[in-house]
């Protein structure tokens, strides 16, 4: 851990920070106050902590509140934090989980960066059960998971990761488990198709990309499940929310915007076709997420993040943007 530098001034750009208006299921959001936060005065940001382990390249976290920890994936290693203080270093644990250097050199072999891309950049932790962790890391270009023990803090088993992780570290990614079901969106392979995925139990699915690909070099940034079924009249079925921004291929009025920011929505029931669309989504749908200031002919097409605040129902749950 390093004391952070105090600076006596400091402004952080955070852009645009817009909820998302959303019609239904969604009920309105506009008394909520959409003023957007573009900066963040360093008074602020007094008081907070913050952790710097001996690993570079965080690119994934898991909040659980019940324990008060926050598990961190990095580059080939995982750190597990206290939540009531995370620069407390006498209580923080990391797991290193580096890729060998065989596998390494493999990578180096298939002409991939040894400086970024042959390491084991951990991009996937969520809770798998009561006394297990899931976790995929990329592994010099070579996908694996883990499983690991909670209360021993270590690995207790590895497994194939290339259906479940990117290959490239750079490439966005989201998923989550719920339920003992994984999903999952990225570019996957070395072929970099965007797919949304389950990825266990048994029957897997997928998105269709023949002959009419569903994605379009998609960029995942987000994920959600919102439970529509809970006290729903029309019997409806929990959705699955997976936010991205993409290539456009459809006419606009604004010939600049090749990138366009979506969200796509799959049934949890889900289960795949009988004869068509086998182990292929039955429902999925996706649409536009618009963010603009139309008088001032600002468009924010890429999308950056989501943040789910989830309500006592779906109606009264809030999705929040950063474009
Ligand atoms: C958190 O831990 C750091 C490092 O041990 C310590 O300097 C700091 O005072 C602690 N903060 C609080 C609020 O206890
Ligand atoms: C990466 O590869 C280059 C040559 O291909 C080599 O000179 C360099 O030492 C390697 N770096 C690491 C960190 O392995
Ligand atoms: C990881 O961190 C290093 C050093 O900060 C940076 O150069 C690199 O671009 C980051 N991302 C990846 C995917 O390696
Ligand atoms: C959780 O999953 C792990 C890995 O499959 C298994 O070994 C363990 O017994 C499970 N724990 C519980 C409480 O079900």
């Not at 270009?141 to 290339?162: H, L, N, Q």
């Not at 919102?226 to 959705?239: A, H, Q, T, V």
């Not at 920011?261 to 996706?286: E, H, N, P, Y």
């Amino acid at each position: 851990m390093r004391q952070t530098k105090q600076l006596g001034f400091m402004l952080i750009v955070l852009g645009y920070l817009i909820p998302v208006i959303w019609g239904f299921p969604f009920g309105p959001v506009l008394d909520v106050d959409v003023t957007p936060r573009t900066t963040v005065h360093v008074k602020g940001l007094l008081g907070c902590n913050h952790f710097r382990g001996a690993a570079v390249n965080y690119s994934s976290l898991l909040l659980e509140d019940g324990p008060g920890l926050l598990y961190v994936g990095a580059r080939e290693a995982i750190y597990k934090l206290d939540t009531s203080n995370i620069s407390d270093t006498s209580i923080s644990v990391s797991l290193e989980w580096a890729a060998s250097a065989e596998q390494k050199r493999q990578c180096l072999s298939k002409g991939k960066n040894n400086q970024t891309e042959c390491y084991n950049h951990v991009r996937f932790l969520d809770r798998y059960n009561d006394s297990h962790l899931y976790t995929c890391g990329t592994h010099a270009f070579r996908p694996r998971c883990a499983y690991i023990d909670v209360a021993r803090f270590t690995f207790v088993r590895f497994e194939e990761g290339k259906e479940k992780c990117p290959y490239d570290p750079t490439k966005g990614y989201t998923g989550f488990i719920t339920d003992g079901e994984m999903y999952s969106a990225s570019q996957y392979e070395f072929r970099n198709i965007p797919d949304i995925r389950r990825n266990f139990p048994f029957p897997n699915l997928r998105t269709e990309d023949s002959p009419t690909s569903w994605l379009l070099e998609s960029n995942f940034v987000g994920s959600a499940l919102l439970r529509e079924s809970i006290n729903s009249s029309i019997g409806d079925d929990d959705k699955l929310y997976f936010f991205f921004t993409e290539r456009n291929i459809e006419p606009t009025a604004y010939s600049s915007q090749t990138n366009v920011a979506r969200v796509a929505r799959v049934c949890k029931g889900d289960i795949g076709g009988q004869r068509s669309l086998q182990r292929k989504w039955t429902s999925f749908l996706k649409a536009r997420l618009v963010c603009a200031i139309p008088d001032y002919e600002l468009y924010f097409n890429v999308l950056r993040s989501v943040f789910v605040v989830e309500g006592s129902s779906v109606h009264d749950s809030v999705l929040y943007g950063v474009f």
